[in-house]
C-alpha cells in the first residue's frame, strides 16, 4: 500500500528566501507525481504534474523533482513571497490504479 | 472557461438527514473523483468515474454513501442517514483522460453534521 510523507509539517521563512518542500513515498511503482497548493478554506491548486519518465519539471518560481529510485520528490520555490504561504501537498499515482495517494501537506508561511 | 464547481459550498445538517452534494467538472473531462478531507486525516479518495461508469468504489467509507454520474458530465455524492464521523470537506476533482493527466479540483462543499 503506497504511503506519502511530507516533512516537515510546517515551515516558516522569511520573504525572498528559496526553500525546498520534501516528499516522500513507499512504492516506486508510480505513473506521476503531482504537487497542489491548498489556501485555507479552498480547494486544491495544481502547481506540478512530473510523469514518472520525467526528473523534473518547472513553472516560473516553482521546480520539481522526481527521484523514484529513491521514492523521493522535493518542491524548490524561489525567492520565496507573502503570497506563497499556504498549505502544499503532493500526491502520488500509483501504477494501474486511478487513485491519488496524498501526504499530509507542508503549512508554509512566508513572513514580510 | 469554467473550472471544477461544487455544490452547495457549505451544508450543515442533523444526524440521521440524507445529503446530496453535486459536482460539475471541467468540460470534455471524462474522468471525474470525490476525495474528503477531515481534520488529521488528510486527503483521502472515495470515488472515481470514466464516463457515467465508477470503476473504483474502494474508497467509499460505508453503504450510506454512494455516487452517480449522468451524461458524463455532472457527478452527485450522496450520503444517507448522516453521522458526525461525515463531517468534513468534500472535493471533486475532473481530469481530460483519467489520473495519468493533470487533475482539477473544485472548491469542496463543507459539511457539518450535528
Known amino acids: 500500500k503506497q504511503e506519502v510523507t511530507q516533512i516537515p509539517a510546517a515551515l516558516s521563512v522569511p520573504e525572498g528566501e528559496n526553500l525546498v518542500l520534501n516528499c516522500s513515498f513507499t512504492?516506486?511503482?508510480?505513473?506521476?507525481l503531482q504537487w497542489f497548493r491548498q489556501d485555507p478554506g479552498k480547494g486544491l491548486t495544481s502547481l506540478l504534474l512530473?510523469?514518472?519518465?520525467?526528473r523534473e519539471q518547472t513553472s516560473g518560481r516553482l521546480n520539481a523533482s522526481l527521484d523514484k529510485s529513491s521514492g523521493r520528490s522535493t518542491l524548490y520555490i524561489a525567492a520565496s513571497q507573502p503570497g506563497d504561504s499556504a498549505t502544499y501537498l503532493c500526491?502520488?499515482?500509483?501504477?494501474?490504479?486511478?487513485?491519488?495517494?496524498f501526504g499530509k501537506g507542508t503549512k508554509l508561511t512566508v513572513n514580510p | 472557461g469554467a473550472g471544477v464547481s461544487q455544490s452547495p459550498s457549505n451544508k450543515v445538517t442533523e444526524k440521521g438527514k440524507d445529503v446530496e452534494l453535486r459536482c460539475d467538472p471541467i468540460?470534455?473531462?471524462?474522468?471525474l473523483y470525490w476525495y474528503r478531507q477531515s481534520l488529521g486525516q488528510g486527503l483521502e479518495f472515495l470515488i472515481y468515474?470514466?464516463?457515467?461508469?465508477?470503476?473504483?468504489k474502494s474508497g467509499l467509507p460505508s453503504d450510506r454513501f454512494s455516487a452517480e454520474r449522468t451524461g458524463g458530465s455532472v457527478s452527485t455524492l450522496t450520503i444517507q442517514r448522516t453521522q458526525q464521523e461525515d463531517s468534513a470537506v468534500y472535493l471533486c476533482?475532473?481530469?481530460?483522460?483519467?489520473?495519468?493527466?493533470?487533475?482539477?479540483f473544485g472548491p469542496g462543499t463543507r459539511l457539518t453534521v450535528l
Open positions: 476533482a475532473s481530469s481530460l483522460v483519467g489520473a495519468v493527466s493533470e487533475q482539477f
Open positions: 512504492d516506486s511503482a508510480i505513473y506521476n
Open positions: 512530473i510523469q514518472s519518465s520525467q
Open positions: 500526491a502520488a499515482l500509483q501504477g494501474g490504479s486511478e487513485k491519488l495517494v
Open positions: 468540460s470534455g473531462h471524462t474522468a
Open positions: 468515474f470514466q464516463g457515467n461508469s465508477a470503476p473504483d
